[in-house]
């Protein structure tokens, strides 16, 4: 598509799903791909980011992007489990403004938060600040079909 391969000269996570840098990647396939982040706030810290350039939770418009978060979630848990299995995990996306970079991405937090206090940027406060993926799921689920034409 061209919107993504515009956007994705400039910006930092679609370099590192086109694989263009030395980030190692804890997981890909060709929807999303896995790394850590490279200043984590818990104990284990992954992203999971979609290779297509989608800027934000905003920009889920689309009846397959509710597959593709879904996706993205399940190859979250798949690693933190294989990773972290005794820990906390906790799954979700930062809302604009407060999101950082300009491309979605899912945080995977195995807690306890290190240090501690960086669990405030991961508190939900309704329509603003952190969206747990669960969420943010059932805000873009696909309407279901028309009972009466099934
Ligand atoms: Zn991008
Ligand atoms: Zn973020």
Not at 5 to 13: H, N, P, Q, T, V
Not at 36 to 45: E, L
Not at 125 to 133: A, C, R, V
């Amino acid at each position: 598509m061209a919107g993504a391969l515009a956007a994705s000269a400039s910006c930092i996570f679609c370099q590192i799903a086109n694989k263009s840098t030395s980030t190692s990647l804890l997981h890909c396939d060709d929807k999303v791909v896995a790394f850590q982040d490279i200043n984590p706030s818990a104990f284990r810290h992954y992203l999971v980011i979609p290779v297509e350039h989608i800027p934000t939770v905003n920009d889920l418009k689309r009846k397959e992007d509710y597959s593709l978060v879904n996706h993205m979630s399940e190859v979250g848990k798949m690693l933190l489990l294989r990773d972290a299995p005794l820990s906390k995990h906790r799954f979700g996306f930062h809302q604009p403004p407060l999101n950082s970079v300009n491309h979605l991405h899912l945080h995977c937090l195995a807690l306890p938060y290190t240090p501690r206090w960086r669990c405030i940027k991961y508190l939900s406060l309704g329509s603003l600040g952190f969206i747990e993926t669960e969420k943010l799921l059932e805000k873009i689920r696909p309407l279901p079909m028309d009972p009466s034409k099934v």
